[in-house]
């Protein structure tokens, strides 16, 4: 389960890494400071978040990593359910074998033509469980894709949730750059927008 759980967050994570470096035209000629100008004094217009931060509290990424584990819980069930079924036909098949092995090593069988059609059936038996094997296989790749396909869905939804927002919020070009803390070697004060975008992200999908 927990490797499954970091799987679906490094995913997430990828992708908001190449997502926070977004470059904004400024207007030099701006009418007004914005709030977030004024608030930021002398700084540089440079904003950071924290997309650790962000995974761990916005509730999309959180409704995302819940659908994903759900649906590898789900997965899991249906393909334990199909192979412990198979199992018990494979040794039930064994069974068969070595009852046929000792009758045939016995002479139990009355004639030639009965050991030849009891020998017949099993191996019919043998390619139906190869045959179940292989759809087993089938299945659990089918799964895997579906689950993967899940993810990158999931994951694009966040992608646009989180740059539409970052959008907004620079669309006065107030910032010049956002900035994934990922990229900086140490965290300057006064930068981070971190709690401002998770509020503003968990608001928008409150909606």
């Known amino acids: 389960m927990n490797k499954i759980s970091i799987i679906v967050e490094s995913v997430l994570a990828a992708g908001i890494v190449a997502l926070f470096i977004l470059f904004f035209t400024v207007n030099p ?32 990424a959180i409704e995302a990593s819940d659908k994903l584990m759900a649906q590898y819980e789900e997965s899991m069930v249906k393909l334990d359910t199909k192979a412990k079924a198979l199992q018990k036909e494979a040794e039930t098949f064994q069974r068969d074998v070595l009852d046929f092995q000792r009758k045939l090593e016995a002479n139990a069988f009355l004639s030639r033509e009965r050991a ?44 646009d949730s989180v740059q539409a927002y970052l959008r907004e919020f620079n669309a006065d070009g107030h910032v010049h750059l956002i900035l994934n803390d990922a990229v900086l070697m140490n965290k300057v004060a006064g930068y981070d927008i971190t709690d401002e975008v998770i509020e503003a992200l968990n608001a928008r999908n409150a909606k």
Not at 35 to 57: F, Y
Request: glycine share 2%.
């Open 116 to 159: 030849e059609s009891e020998q017949n059936k099993l191996q019919k038996k043998e390619q139906q469980l190869m045959a179940k094997q292989q759809d087993l296989e089938n299945l659990r790749q089918k799964l895997s894709n579906d689950f993967m396909a899940q993810q990158a869905e999931l994951t694009q939804q966040l992608q």
């Open 29 to 60: 000629w701006a009418k007004k400071p914005t709030q977030e100008v004024e608030a930021l004094g002398d700084l540089m217009p440079i904003a950071v978040v924290n997309t650790d931060s962000i995974l761990k509290h916005y509730t999309l």
